[in-house]
Structure formats: C-alpha cells, structure tokens
C-alpha cells in the first residue's frame, strides 16, 4: 500500500491569508505605542531642557538678589561693616591742631563710594585755603581733600554774629589701608 500525500492549495491560502492578518493587526498595535513613545521621549527631553533652563534663571536671580534677603539685616551688615572700620585716621586728619579756627558742622561718610565730606563754618571766605592745606598736611593715609563749595551760613550758627560762609570739602577715602 502506497499512500501519497497531495497538498491541498487552500490550506496555504489560509495560512497566508492568517499570518498576513495577524502581522497587520501586529502592526496596527505596535506602530501607534512606538509614535507615542516616540512623543514621550521628545517632549521627555523639551521638559528636562525647560527645567535646566529655568534653574540657570533661577541661580542667576539668586546671584543678582540681596544675599541677606531682608532690608534690616543689609542695613545691620552695612553698620557692622563700618563700625570695624578704623576710623581714626579720619578724626586725626579734622582734629588738626591747624584747624582750630575753622568750626566743624558736619562729618558724613558714604560707604557706598567711600567719600568723606567735610562742612565747616568760617569766618571770611579767606580762610578756606588755609583749611585746604591744613586738611591735606593732616591726612597722611587719606586721600586728598578738594573744596567743593559755599554757602552763606545761617548768622545764628555763627559766634562772631558777623556773616560767615560754610564750605564743604570732599575726599574718596582710601579703604584699602582700613
């Protein structure tokens, strides 16, 4: 007995026809999951640059801002940072025995700047070369001192009663040597 086996074509129709399906419907699946993986990664990515973005911001604010944060405590740092200050230099230089003619009103320090301004009153308009070249001999380690102005002074402020002028002179503090 001999039996031969004849391969009906249908059958491999069928199977054709199933495996195409089935790789359709794979890639039905599979195609959508890996563009909206795709879009995850990418927009992934575009967040993490927004956020490293706005850190660099963020630190350059914190850079640029007031590093104490509150008004009171910049003040009390600015007070603390001149009270170290050794400020006798600069009362040497208005103590001058050479100036005691010329009445002190005023002493006022910028720290920002370093400027010290000098307000005295004096008797005649004359006197004022002679308080220039006392403040300059007297500072030695401060910087030089220039006349900035006049004012006609108030007659009540004067001893004399006669009218007297009040002149200011300026001087950029060298901070180096505090």
């Keep these: 007995m001999q039996i031969e086996f004849?391969?009906?074509e249908t059958w491999k129709l069928v199977w054709t026809a199933?495996?195409?399906v089935l790789l359709a419907i794979t890639l039905s699946l599979?195609?959508?999951i890996w563009q909206t993986h795709r879009k995850r990664v990418a927009l992934d990515q575009e967040l993490a640059s927004f956020q490293a973005l706005q850190l660099q911001e963020l630190a350059?604010?914190?850079?640029?801002?007031?590093?104490?944060?509150?008004?009171?405590?910049?003040s009390e740092?600015?007070?603390?940072?001149?009270?170290?200050r050794d400020w006798n230099q600069l009362y040497d230089t208005i103590e001058a025995p050479a100036l005691a003619d010329a009445r002190l009103l005023q002493l006022s320090f910028d720290s920002a700047t370093g400027?010290?301004?000098l307000e005295y009153e004096l008797d005649k308009l004359e006197q004022a070369a002679h308080v220039s070249n006392a403040l300059d001999a007297a500072s030695r380690q401060i910087g030089?001192?220039?006349?900035?102005?006049?004012?006609?002074a108030e007659q009540t402020r004067s001893m004399s009663g006669a009218a007297t002028?009040?002149?200011y002179w300026r001087s950029r503090v060298d901070q180096t040597a505090w």
Excluded: I, S
């Excluded at 350059?60 to 910049?74: C, F, I, Y």
């Excluded at 600015?78 to 009270?83: F, I, M, P, Q």
């Excluded at 030089?144 to 006609?152: H, I, K």
């Design 144 to 152: 030089l001192w220039r006349l900035e102005r006049f004012e006609r």
């Design 77 to 84: 740092a600015a007070a603390v940072r001149l009270l170290q």
């Design 30 to 32: 599979v195609v959508p």
């Design 60 to 74: 350059e604010r914190k850079k640029t801002a007031n590093p104490l944060g509150h008004v009171r405590a910049a």
């Design 165 to 167: 002028v009040k002149g």
């Design 18 to 20: 199933a495996a195409v």
């Design 6 to 8: 004849v391969e009906n």
């Design 115 to 117: 400027d010290a301004t």
